[in-house]
């Protein structure tokens, strides 16, 4: 049922894009302080048209290009280029440590993976000497993954099981001399993964740093919800709790969460939230939530709110989870109001489907920034 209280679906998904960029710089900008007696900096390029070029950015090596000058302006001799949605902890000291001893152009991450997970990847081939012979974009041909699949010496070198077959994808993180950086994009390509590294490896001596830690692509609804997700099982592969491998984020000062007689079972609670008599199952839920009574949200993402909201000063439902609502297999964006009794699942619906306020990928029911869905609504 279309409702014209609602913006369109394309509407909403611009209004996702250009909100997700705002936040994501208004995170590192209050993330990331260095003081004065420091080195260390972040700088934001955003895309931009300039008079050396008109087009916005065609790709990951596009958009590297756009900013070479940029980058030159420092004598440095190496360049880490990482990809922003992928979730792993990495020291890469070692990889550039494996790089400087090298001697080689260009060092590749890769990510030793299952053949059931071959398809998803650009797969790397390489000898014991980690030099990468040859690539092939997420390959299916049986033939070709025999050829491909890390042989036994490789895998006894870096302490893996002889006996496993195991094929090494890429992880979109590259290592690149100066020199070397400026001469792979002297040129119109447009992507590392699909261009430069494959034309790389044929041409230069290309590298591969094999890590065997957790690491997950969450580029996709899908991968984002079931990596999210993941972070609340009892003994998580990836795991906030590290006293080696802290992760930090900017100080809110929110007053802890109070929880009123709910039921919880594998959630993880922000700070600010307050959850009355709700029963809550293998969810996140965010900072500044405000979840009623008998709610009940399941394998769900809720992200919570940017500000407490006054109470009794507005025609529409609160921000929030309302009274007696079913939440399930869903993501509930930031300054949502979900009013009572409405019930979202994507249960007997189509796996990709927009409506005017909501909208389904992957199985997965997403509902946008500051969207309203209407008391007793079933999505």
Request: overall charge negative; charged content about 20%; glycine content about 6%.
């Given at each position: ?17 250009r ?12 993330s ?25 950015y065609?790709g ?12 030159l302006?420092?004598p ?45 990847f650009?797969?790397?081939q ?15 041909e049986e033939?070709v ?10 895998l ?21 001399n ?23 490896i ?9 890590f ?30 590290d ?15 109070k929880?009123?007689?709910a ?56 921000i ?60």
């Amino acid at each position: 049922m279309r409702n014209r209280r609602y913006p369109s679906a394309e509407n909403i998904a611009s209004s996702i894009s250009r909100s997700a960029i705002a936040s994501t710089h208004r995170h590192i900008q209050a993330s990331y302080k260095f003081d004065n007696f420091s080195r260390s900096f972040i700088d934001i390029l955003a895309a931009q048209q300039t008079l050396a070029g008109s087009q916005w950015y065609q790709g990951t090596a596009d958009a590297v290009r756009q900013n070479m000058r940029y980058f030159l302006e420092r004598p440095f001799d190496y360049y880490l280029i990482l990809s922003g949605d992928q979730l792993y902890r990495m020291d890469f000291r070692a990889l550039l440590h494996q790089h400087i001893q090298s001697g080689v152009d260009i060092t590749l991450a890769t990510k030793p993976v299952h053949r059931h997970r071959v398809s998803e990847f650009g797969i790397m081939q390489s000898g014991v000497d980690r030099r990468i012979m040859h690539f092939l974009e997420k390959p299916t041909e049986e033939a070709v993954l025999h050829e491909m699949k890390i042989s036994r010496e490789l895998l006894a070198a870096v302490g893996l099981n002889e006996g496993e077959e195991l094929f090494q994808a890429s992880m979109g993180i590259y290592i690149f001399n100066r020199d070397v950086l400026v001469e792979c994009l002297n040129n119109d390509l447009a992507d590392f993964g699909k261009h430069v590294i494959p034309q790389s490896i044929q041409q230069r001596h290309v590298s591969a740093y094999i890590f065997k830690g957790y690491w997950e692509d969450i580029g996709t609804i899908r991968a984002f919800y079931e990596a999210n997700l993941d972070l609340t099982d009892i003994a998580p592969e990836y795991s906030f709790f590290d006293p080696e491998a802290a992760i930090y984020t900017h100080p809110r000062f929110l007053p802890g969460s109070k929880i009123n007689g709910a039921t919880l079972r594998q959630a993880i609670i922000s700070d600010g939230c307050i959850i009355s008599d709700a029963h809550l199952e293998r969810s996140v839920i965010g900072i500044r939530s405000i979840i009623q009574n008998g709610a009940t949200i399941r394998n769900s993402i809720v992200m919570g709110a940017d500000y407490f909201e006054q109470a009794g000063n507005s025609q529409r439902p609160p921000i929030g989870i309302g009274r007696n609502c079913v939440i399930d297999r869903a993501i509930i964006d930031k300054n949502a109001r979900i009013a009572d009794g409405a019930v979202i699942t994507p249960e007997g619906k189509p796996a990709n489907f927009d409506a005017d306020n909501y909208f389904i990928r992957d199985g997965i029911v997403i509902v946008p920034k500051n969207a309203v869905i209407p008391a007793g609504f079933w999505i």
